[in-house]
């Protein structure tokens, strides 16, 4: 089990490295297309370079795939985990019932509370899924590749016909050249040599609706009924949530403990104890003595009594911290009623000196 901000820090390193995984798989993927492309069918004509195309086209989908798997994989297994199948399901979250006892009236809430805890899952689901955004569409980048080979090769070409040194650029430059101008090059205006040039290497456009893999994995079906039922899960256990607070904020430790923090509420706990004990009200040593062992009851109540965790669903409530808070106040309480039966017994034996 995990707190919540553990649980981010470990996922957040394990997007991070798969987010490196993807691009350096994606970067030797590159390399080795476009080193192949350069060097085997850079200067072929259309009916080749429309078969790259398709090649590079198929490629994606094969790309997009692999991504949608490896998503769909991450999304399934935190799903297992959040909502279980057939087997009972282990909670992963821990999520502390704490008291609040700084507001005038004490307040039972939890750490991470609701709204917390639902963020983080949300903001999860969505890094898992745009961690594929590292990966560009691999037509997108072959384009841009291979343009930036045919730019560099243009260059080459005019300075080498003005230096009149075409006889010396790299064989696959001559190539492309001849293939391109034949051996007009020397005789067109630049206007023309730039048309001719274009008309002569460009490629068939792509598809206005051929998003990246992330646009295209995020809209998918799957992906999205995935998200959806992990979140209805994290949105039904709001209701368990509301339940624990409750629990204990109607518990009696709770009003009893609060209650003690006035004089007012202490003489009136006092007052039951004496009165619960058989004693009268005005016997300060057994109203006090009530009094105190009352409370010991209330603090063995919380220690032994109210169970320190309690698994739901995903989440384990655990009530550490409160429980001991509440004997803390308990103990305090027992100090100040001490204190006060000091006090008043004090009050009497002045009354009783002066009567004498």
């Not at 030797?28 to 200067?43: C, G, H, P, S, V």
């Not at 691999?138 to 560099?152: G, T």
């Not at 509440?326 to 008043?344: A, D, P, R, V, Y």
Request: glycine fraction near 4%; proline fraction near 3%.
């Amino acid at each position: 089990m995990y707190k919540l901000d553990e649980f981010n820090d470990i996922q957040n390193k394990e997007l991070e490295a798969k987010k490196e995984m993807f691009s350096d798989s994606f970067a030797k993927i590159r390399a080795l297309l476009i080193k192949t492309y350069q060097e085997l069918f850079l200067d072929h004509g259309t009916p080749v370079q429309k078969e790259w195309l398709s090649t590079m086209k198929e490629l994606d989908q094969n790309l997009n795939k692999a991504l949608k798997s490896s998503v769909k994989a991450t999304l399934l297994d935190f799903q297992h985990h959040i909502k279980g199948d057939q087997q009972e399901i282990v909670p992963i979250f821990r999520v502390e019932t704490v008291l609040d006892t700084k507001q005038d009236e004490w307040k039972v809430c939890h750490n991470p509370n609701h709204a917390t805890l639902k963020h983080d899952i949300e903001n999860l689901l969505y890094k898992t899924v745009k961690a594929t955004s590292v990966v560009p569409r691999i037509e997108n980048v072959f384009r841009k590749d291979r343009q930036a080979i045919l730019d560099e090769y243009r260059s080459t070409i005019v300075e080498a016909d003005k230096t009149g040194t075409t006889n010396q650029m790299p064989p696959a430059i001559s190539s492309i050249m001849q293939k391109v101008y034949k051996n007009n090059h020397s005789n067109m205006s630049p206007e023309d040599q730039q048309a001719q040039w274009e008309a002569k290497t460009s490629l068939p456009g792509t598809k206005s609706s051929d998003y990246d893999y992330y646009d295209k994995i995020r809209a998918t079906k799957e992906i999205v009924q995935i998200k959806d039922h992990i979140l209805q899960v994290v949105n039904a256990i709001e209701q368990k949530m509301d339940e624990d607070c409750k629990m204990w904020q109607v518990s009696p430790e709770i009003r009893h403990l609060s209650s003690l923090r006035t004089n007012r509420g202490q003489m009136r706990f006092l007052k039951q104890g004496a009165n619960q004990g058989g004693n009268a009200a005005d016997d300060a040593v057994a109203k006090y003595k009530n009094g105190i062992e009352a409370l010991k009851e209330i603090v063995d109540e919380v220690r032994h009594n109210r169970p320190s965790t309690r698994p739901e669903q995903f989440i384990v409530f655990r009530a550490y911290n409160l429980k001991n808070e509440l004997m803390e106040q308990g103990h305090e309480s027992i100090t100040n009623i001490f204190g006060s039966l000091i006090k008043e017994s004090k009050r009497e034996l002045d009354e009783f000196i002066t009567e004498l």
